[in-house]
């Protein structure tokens, strides 16, 4: 079954603080890997798509990796304006064209 | 561009009535879904659609209906609200012909069945 498992839920760092979030997977014939930002009371907005092991993407102070078990989000000397909910999505091979979420990680970046 | 508009943001339902979600895109995306939002499980897809006249169910659809009468539009039916139904539901719209490409969400609706 296609799952997606993110860690930590919640993550507190200080303004300049790096560090990586993790989305590990399991999905038959992976179609792209998505990562999310979600502020409170509003929709999902799409950051990044990853297709194969070995691919990265950055974005300002994101960057995103991918393996065939997981995915890291790396944020680099982060900003209060950082703090969000960050969600990772599979899409399998399936012809639903669905996306797996995971949990979400909750990021609090403070001044 | 607008992108994916929901409408309304909030509703609060009685048992047994039925309501309709709307949802509309500007970006000419043939394929468009409806997700729910829960604490503590995640996003899960209800219906989508591949393009004008075609539906079919996602992982959670019972007790919700779709059509799909125009690119733009994709309205979502709840028969008779339950308290089971109470969520935050968000509508998506993709490219299509490849549906690997990343979804655009709405704004969300929150909804309230009591």
């Known amino acids: 079954e296609d799952q997606v498992t993110q860690s930590p839920e919640a993550l507190r760092l200080q303004e300049g603080e790096s560090s990586s979030l993790n989305c590990s997977y399991t999905v038959s014939g992976l179609r792209g890997l998505f990562w999310y930002r979600q502020d409170p009371g509003k929709g999902p907005e799409f950051l990044f798509t990853l297709y194969s092991a070995g691919e990265e993407k950055e974005k300002e102070r994101l960057k995103a990796t991918l393996t065939k078990k997981e995915s890291f989000l790396h944020i680099t000397a982060p900003k209060p304006e950082d703090s969000a909910t960050y969600l990772c999505?599979?899409?399998?091979?399936?012809?639903?064209?669905?996306?797996?979420f995971g949990q979400g990680t909750t990021l609090q970046v403070k001044p | 561009n607008a992108g994916v508009t929901q409408t309304p943001k909030f509703q609060v339902l009685k048992t047994g009535q039925s309501m309709t979600l709307q949802c509309a895109q500007d970006m000419n995306h043939e394929y468009m879904s409806w997700y729910r939002q829960d604490p503590g499980m995640g996003l899960r897809l209800i219906h989508y659609?591949?393009?004008?006249?075609?539906?079919d169910q996602g992982e959670v659809p019972n007790g919700y209906n779709v059509s799909r009468s125009t690119t733009e539009d994709f309205p979502l039916r709840l028969l008779s609200a339950a308290p089971s139904q109470t969520s935050v539901y968000f509508c998506?719209?993709?490219?299509?012909?490849?549906?690997?490409?990343?979804?655009?969400f709405g704004q969300g609706t929150r909804l309230t069945v009591v």
């Open positions: 998506a719209s993709n490219k299509g012909g490849n549906m690997n490409t990343e979804a655009f």
């Open positions: 999505a599979v899409r399998g091979s399936g012809n639903t064209g669905k996306l797996i």
């Open positions: 659609s591949v393009g004008a006249g075609i539906t």
